[in-house]
């Protein structure tokens, strides 16, 4: 079987809530997604999603995936998508870095090999662990009261894990973490991802403000040393995001002990195979793992699901189902969350089918 096209429709992913809004004043309304096809010469097509949040959070922007694609997709025609550690080192030797570039094809490529197999990728990712996956609510950034309103929806509607966008003003984020934390239950999880958005300092006032306070927190600095040096002054469980995006920094987080939950991002990483690898690892070390995407729709959100449903249950902090903050479906069969949780298919491959009506005219053509 070989690579034969290779192909990309860009589509816009308006949001249910109308924006979302996080760290230093960043928002966005409509998400630009790439929706990526790579099509083989016995005529199975395998799709991926790459959906960067703005091209202001990681070092990704829409117009780049693209751009990129045209770059690497002639150096993949010709090759076994199934062969997927293959494939990768033939990206990584077509194109130095841009992970998020070739997490679209290397996410398309997992679905041929479960197409061409009849297996679901979370089987072919290890196998699938529970009965579902639990799914967190990410709560753009308000006043306070706002975000408190927020999360009693989302909780009502069964989530009972939830995200704070905080990382603006510390004093607000103080009164943020206190307005939310004092409707939950005991048994729900909040974090407070500051999305790097913290100095020092403030972050310093502000795990102390809150330090009897049942809240995890994320990234709240730029830099990792930053990030470490709150870590060794805080006891609130911690987790980092933006810094962890590569196995180095994973093994130099782990040797340093710098946090007790990771985030992986499917496309920070550059794509399902060098996240399982990620994954794995932190299975074998210990670490719980939030698995999930930077964005995206129903095809990121199926990508998840089975990236999630393989990995031990113990080892799952949360996960997102994307598809439900926007207002646009753009796949068939696509996870659909059921009272806080989703699963991933029991079909061949992702277990999804491009609604080819809504994806347009393509952006990238490469054969
Ligand atoms: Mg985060």
């Given at each position: ?53 703005g ?14 694609l ?12 199934r ?22 094809i ?31 609510r ?15 929806g ?20 103080i ?5 939310v ?57 911690f ?24 985030n ?5 990483l ?46 799952r902090f ?18 659909q ?31």
């Amino acid at each position: 079987m070989r690579i034969k096209r290779i192909f990309a429709h860009r589509v816009e992913l308006p949001l249910v809530e109308g924006t979302y809004k996080w760290s230093g004043g960043k928002s966005v309304s409509v998400f630009d997604s790439t929706i990526v096809g790579v099509e083989t010469d016995t005529g199975l097509i395998g799709y991926g999603e790459v959906c960067p949040l703005g091209p202001f959070y990681l070092p990704a922007y829409a117009e780049g995936v693209r751009s990129g694609l045209r770059e690497i997709a002639p150096h993949l025609i010709g090759y076994d998508p199934r062969e997927l550690a293959k494939l990768n080192h033939r990206m990584d030797a077509a194109l130095k870095g841009h992970p998020y570039v070739k997490s679209g094809i290397d996410m398309a490529c997992w679905d041929i090999l479960g197409l061409s197999t009849g297996l679901p990728v979370c089987v072919l990712m290890g196998g699938r662990f529970g009965e579902n996956v639990r799914l967190y609510r990410a709560i753009s950034q308000e006043a306070p009261e706002q975000m408190a309103a927020k999360v009693a929806g989302y909780r009502a509607q069964g989530y009972t894990r939830f995200q704070l966008k905080v990382g603006g003003d510390p004093d607000l984020d103080i009164e943020r973490i206190h307005a939310v934390r004092g409707m939950l239950l005991a048994s729900d999880r909040l974090v407070a991802d500051a999305n790097t958005g913290w100095t020092q300092h403030e972050a310093m006032r502000v795990v102390r403000a809150v330090r009897d306070v049942d809240v995890y927190i994320e990234q709240p600095c730029l830099t990792y040393s930053e990030c470490l040096a709150v870590r060794r002054n805080t006891d609130h469980p911690f987790v980092l995001d933006e810094n962890v995006d590569s196995l180095e920094m994973l093994l130099q987080a782990k040797s340093d002990l710098a946090m007790d939950v990771v985030n992986l991002k499917i496309s920070k990483l550059g794509g399902l195979t060098k996240t399982k690898q990620a994954r794995d690892l932190c299975v074998s070390m210990g670490i719980a793992m939030t698995l999930e995407d930077s964005w995206g729709g129903d095809i990121t959100t199926a990508a998840i699901a089975h990236l999630a449903h393989s990995t031990p249950e113990e080892y799952r902090f949360t996960s997102t189902d994307f598809n439900s903050y926007v207002t646009v479906s753009t796949a068939q069969n696509a996870p659909q969350r059921i009272n806080g949780f989703m699963t991933a298919s029991t079909e061949a491959g992702l277990g999804i089918t491009p609604r080819q009506e809504i994806l347009g005219p393509m952006v990238v053509d490469v054969s």
